[in-house]
């Protein structure tokens, strides 16, 4: 295992499809995250998993996105009914139970138009 | 409220020469902070930790330090190369209750080293 793994790269949907992207982590870790990045800012985070528990949600996840992790491996993060302020880099992190460190995938770009 | 700032959007040194960058926060009361490395299209890359309780740290050409009283870190990059360019981004960690694997980002700063 390398690193984290993001699926798709890059996603183009109309205004209002749902769309879905999958993170897998870094096997031996058990916390995953998933933060969003637009242009010129920095990331900010949107969710916490440890293991397959969702532990913390931030106010920046409307009830349009949902993020699961089923058996506590990869995580997947829907978002329905997609809005053009959707429009943004989605990146997912992992980190080991006892590691500040974060190890973030290359990310899912979505276009929304 | 809690806010990050990095000194500059934009940095640009000749090579060989030492980048220093900034990272001031203010109301916020962190347990460590990290340094990232992002280049176009990628996801960020872990470059550093300094915990509140350190002054300094250093790996090879890179050189961090955190200054809690001043609410400030500077990040330095010894005898620049054009392979530094990139953005670099600047990340606290709460120390409050079991939230510090929530990391705050700056916007970044974009080092460009010329040749």
């Known amino acids: 295992d390398t690193g984290v793994s993001q699926d798709p790269r890059h996603k183009i949907t109309k205004r209002g499809q749902n769309v879905t992207f999958r993170c897998d982590p870094i096997?031996?870790?058990?916390?995953l995250y998933w933060y969003r990045q637009t242009l010129g800012q920095g990331p900010e985070f949107l969710t916490y998993?440890?293991?397959?528990?969702?532990?913390?949600k931030s106010r920046l996840l409307s009830d349009r996105f949902s993020a699961e992790r089923p058996k506590g491996s990869f995580s997947t993060l829907e978002i329905q009914r997609t809005e053009q302020g959707d429009s943004a880099m989605y990146l997912c992190?992992?980190?080991?139970?006892?590691?500040?460190?974060?190890?973030f995938g290359q990310g899912t770009r979505l276009t929304v138009v | 409220s809690q806010k990050i700032e990095q000194n500059s959007e934009a940095l640009n040194i000749q090579e060989g020469k030492t980048a220093t960058l900034t990272c001031n926060y203010t109301?916020?009361?962190?347990?460590?902070l990290q340094w990232y490395r992002q280049d176009p299209g990628r996801g960020p890359v872990f470059l550093l930790l300094?915990?509140?309780?350190?002054k300094e740290k250093r790996k090879e050409r890179l050189k961090v330090t955190f200054d809690t009283t001043l609410k400030q870190s500077l990040f330095h990059i010894t005898a620049s190369q054009p392979a530094d360019s990139a953005t670099y981004l600047c990340?606290?960690?709460?120390?409050?209750?079991?939230?510090?694997?929530?990391?705050?980002f700056g916007k970044g700063t974009l080092l460009t080293v010329n040749p």
């Open positions: 992190a992992s980190s080991s139970r006892t590691g500040y460190v974060a190890f």
């Open positions: 096997s031996e870790h058990n916390r």
């Open positions: 998993f440890q293991n397959e528990a969702q532990l913390e």
């Open positions: 109301n916020y009361s962190p347990a460590y």
């Open positions: 300094i915990r509140e309780n350190e």
């Open positions: 990340a606290l960690a709460p120390n409050s209750g079991g939230s510090n694997y929530k990391l705050t």
